[in-house]
């Protein structure tokens, strides 16, 4: 089979596999689309934890396939169904994972992070991820591309899901119009948000959150954001925002603009080599501020996430700008990195 590999920094290469097999517990998938996710851009980049140097690895956790193979042990999985893959699977008796959390889990492992992912035309999924229930079953009829998006689409329900979810009262500010911000554009408008205003500094994400339902957008280059957040909210500020960008001051603005009982959710998290901002506590003191942060998502934040998508309340292909074969993986990584698109799926 083919397959994207990563050898270091810089160094993908398409190369022939033998073919998995599945073992007991275990399945094999025919990848149908995968999804390029910063995760992976943070890989090629050589900047993931999880690719000490000397890893080869083949990375990709954004999965929708066909079951091909089934292994001994394996329960309600048969040749022929369609699945989703929630990634991440852990110990499975620590605090984090018997409360829900393994996403949390110190000890976790992950499709395309610690063991060999999506970016191949087959895709063996390990014993521990299909018994710990990460294998989403998923109609034909669902768009594959937009299905893809299921894993980032339940980081973004566990963002909001964390300030207590978006009420129809509700002002919301999106800080970030890239594939999570229009993400959560499209969920806080499902969630029936009284207005949604958007704030970025690229004209081609600002119309790409236009069509994605924002009612008012902020162009940070040449608007004040707190100005404008007076303006729209009355000078009561927001009440709930959300992080979507590794920004500094992104963060620091969120305090200032947010209305007294306000809730922020921190969903980028900043660059490694300078993870600190800074923050007007008395602000969070005085307007009694709710400050989350989240990351990744949950088994179960896949499946609510695969529950919304097969019911047809949200459309996810919208988030979609790019297909690309496995042989063109260097042109689709290369748009991933370009500001201008939003998520860029493989079809290996």
Request: proline residues 5%.
């Amino acid at each position: 089979m083919r397959a994207l590999v990563y050898h270091g920094a810089h160094d993908l290469r398409l190369e022939d596999r033998p073919l998995p097999t599945a073992g007991a517990g275990e399945i094999i998938l025919r990848m149908v689309t995968a999804g390029i996710c910063g995760t992976d851009l943070r890989i090629w980049h050589g900047g993931h934890r999880k690719y000490p140097d000397g890893t080869v690895r083949v990375p990709g956790h954004e999965v929708v396939g066909d079951v091909v193979e089934v292994g001994a042990d394996v329960v309600g999985v048969a040749v022929g169904d369609r699945c989703i893959v929630a990634p991440n699977w852990g110990c499975g008796h620590c605090r984090q994972c018997i409360t829900g959390n393994n996403n949390r889990c110190a000890n976790y492992g992950a499709i395309g992070i610690t063991h060999d992912g999506a970016f191949a035309e087959y895709l063996r999924v390990p014993a521990p991820s299909i018994a710990q229930g990460n294998l989403i079953p998923l109609s034909k009829q669902v768009d594959a591309a937009g299905a893809a998006m299921v894993e980032p689409f339940a980081c973004v329900i566990r963002g909001q899901e964390a300030v207590g979810g978006i009420q129809p009262q509700d002002t919301v500010l999106v800080m970030g119009a890239g594939p999570i911000g229009i993400m959560h554009i499209l969920y806080a408008r499902l969630q029936g948000a009284r207005r949604v205003i958007v704030s970025e500094m690229l004209p081609a994400r600002l119309e790409q959150a236009w069509a994605a339902g924002a009612d008012r957008l902020v162009n940070l280059a040449d608007e004040d954001l707190a100005q404008a957040i007076h303006a729209e909210t009355g000078g009561e500020g927001v009440d709930v925002i959300l992080v979507a960008a590794p920004s500094h001051q992104g963060q620091a603005d969120a305090i200032q603009v947010a209305g007294i009982g306000g809730r922020i959710n921190f969903f980028g998290g900043l660059p490694k080599d300078r993870p600190t901002a800074t923050l007007d506590t008395n602000a969070i003191h005085y307007k009694e501020l709710l400050v989350t942060g989240t990351t990744a998502c949950s088994t179960a934040d896949c499946w609510k996430a695969a529950a919304i998508v097969q019911a047809g309340r949200l459309d996810l292909r919208a988030v979609v700008s790019h297909q690309f074969p496995l042989a063109e993986a260097a042109q689709a990584f290369a748009l991933a990195e370009d500001r201008s698109s939003l998520k860029i799926v493989l079809t290996p």
